[in-house]
């Protein structure tokens, strides 16, 4: 039987719906996964097993809730941050509140970042706090740095650096790192540090133009899954960079994604990397190894890795 022009069409119109669900299941899949693997507040819980919910250096306590003014409904929780073993860091940052908003992850954009701070985001702070000197007078930027830029507000609060910019390629992120730094100015070791968030996405010269070869250290967590960026994340490192300037990566191997950006960077950068790079994260780890049944550990996606990437003068 021959089908009609409308037949036809509704054919078309149900494969195109059915595609639409599929991406927005597996994205929902890989999203919810995230959320539940970074939220701050209790993990889910099967009465016997948590699932595995990061290394507990850096906790947040929630000190203030915004609410959405169309609805009433809490939108945003402002939360102080405690870095255990140190009592210098005296930051408060803000994070959307309890859901994913559904919306944000239908984009096509990545929106990762703009729902939660990542695990190796806290563990890059913890790193930073414990290696300081560092920092100390440097230019220092984030890529990647997701809602808050934890690991550069600690340097920014601690460490006495030069200059310092946080990026992300969202734009979402960039309007919650501005009110992260407007309340948090007075915090920082010295106040008169400048200190940037702004629009970078890896790869276009256009958004980073103006600091080509300026800067010091670059700072990124868990930026490494995201595997076809890796290219641009490279080519955006070795631009930023000056001479013997340093790239500092926390990130967990993740299906190889870390092995495979060293691979990749080994070709121009002096490239390092280690698993133990820190006694307590060490001591942890080999605690949750152990017991990786009960903690629900999986070292692929749970144990953070350290990179360090140098740039060489050729
Ligand atoms: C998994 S999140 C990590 C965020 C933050 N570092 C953390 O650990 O909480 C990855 C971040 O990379 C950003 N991103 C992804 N692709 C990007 C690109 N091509 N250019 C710039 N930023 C990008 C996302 O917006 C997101 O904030």
């Known amino acids: 039987m021959m089908k009609t022009d409308s037949t036809t069409d509704s054919k078309q119109q149900q494969i195109e719906i059915g595609l639409r669900r599929t991406l927005a299941r597996a994205r929902w899949h ?3 996964k995230v959320f539940y693997e970074g939220l701050e507040a209790a993990a889910p819980y099967d009465g016997s097993v948590r699932l595995f919910n990061g290394f507990p250096l850096i906790t947040l306590a929630a000190i203030e809730k915004e609410s959405d003014q169309s609805n009433g409904n809490e939108s945003n929780v402002w939360y ?4 255990q073993g140190s009592d ?6 803000r994070l959307p509140a309890g859901k994913i908003p559904f919306a944000e992850i239908l984009v096509s954009r990545d929106s990762t970042g703009a729902i939660c701070i990542w695990p190796s985001e806290k563990i890059l702070g913890h790193w930073c706090l414990q290696n300081k000197p560092l920092f100390n007078g440097k230019i220092v930027l984030e890529l990647g740095s997701g809602l808050t830029g934890l690991s550069g507000l600690i340097v920014a609060s601690t460490c006495n650096p030069a200059q310092l910019f946080l990026t992300d390629g969202n734009p979402d992120c960039i309007d919650n790192l501005n009110l992260i730094l407007a309340r948090n100015r007075s915090r920082f070791i010295s106040k008169d540090i400048p200190i940037e968030a702004r629009q970078l996405t890896w790869g276009q010269h256009e958004d980073y133009q103006n600091l080509i070869g300026s800067i010091d250290v670059i700072l990124i967590s868990d930026c490494l899954y995201l595997e076809n960026c890796h290219i641009n994340l490279e080519q955006t490192i070795w631009s930023l960079l000056k001479v013997n300037g ?3 990566i926390i990130a967990p191997s993740r299906n190889q994604s870390f092995e495979k950006f060293a691979n990749l960077t080994g070709k121009r950068f002096i490239v390092q990397h280690e698993e133990n790079y820190d006694p307590i994260i060490w001591s942890m780890h080999t605690t949750y190894l152990d017991e990786r049944d009960r903690y629900q550990y999986s070292p692929d996606r749970h144990y953070p890795l350290l990179m360090i990437l140098t740039k060489p003068r050729y």
């Open 88 to 93: 210098e860091v005296n930051l408060e940052i």
């Open 246 to 248: 340093k790239c500092y």
């Open 30 to 32: 890989i999203l919810a």
């Open 80 to 83: 102080k941050v405690k870095c």
